[in-house]
């Protein structure tokens, strides 16, 4: 039986949640082309997104529906449970530190808002995936 998640990763869990809100408002709005969205996206650099990268905002959308519901795994199981989730949940952490390095650096303003919830959910991940010290299993995998 999982151990009860403490405080910091029941918050982080939350923190994950609203982040990933606000980008599924994005995501989405780019998706559906929403014009309210576009100098929030792609470096706000087009007056109608082309449909290719519509397609790609489509899948980034399902992906953080994904994403919450693996947080939410990381939380009950109270961290990493195996090798592949490692990976999984530290490849989110580099993800997003990436996202929020180039969000940052965008010229258009309203586009560097955007590395906010990149940090909030790199950081957020990095909390999620870490198991304490009694919990690790020595030598392996813990299957």
């Known amino acids: 039986m999982p151990a009860t998640p403490t405080g910091l990763r029941r918050a982080s869990f939350v923190v994950l949640v ?29 007056t109608t997104l082309p449909s290719g990268i519509r397609v790609l905002y489509a899948l980034m959308f399902v992906l953080m529906l994904a994403q919450v519901w693996f947080a939410w795994l990381l939380l009950v199981r109270d961290g990493a449970w195996s090798r592949t989730s490692s990976v999984i949940s530290i490849g989110a952490v580099v993800i997003y530190v990436l996202s929020a390095l180039v969000n940052a650096i965008s010229p258009t303003p309203a586009e560097r808002w955007n590395a906010i919830p990149a940090v909030l959910l790199a950081a957020s991940f990095w909390v ?7 919990d690790r299993v020595r030598g392996g995998d813990a299957g």
């Open 18 to 46: 609203v982040a990933t809100l606000g980008n599924l408002v994005l995501v989405g709005g780019a998706a559906l082309n929403a014009p309210w969205i576009l100098e929030h996206v792609a470096g706000g650099q087009f």
């Open 128 to 134: 999620l995936r870490r198991r304490r010290p009694q």
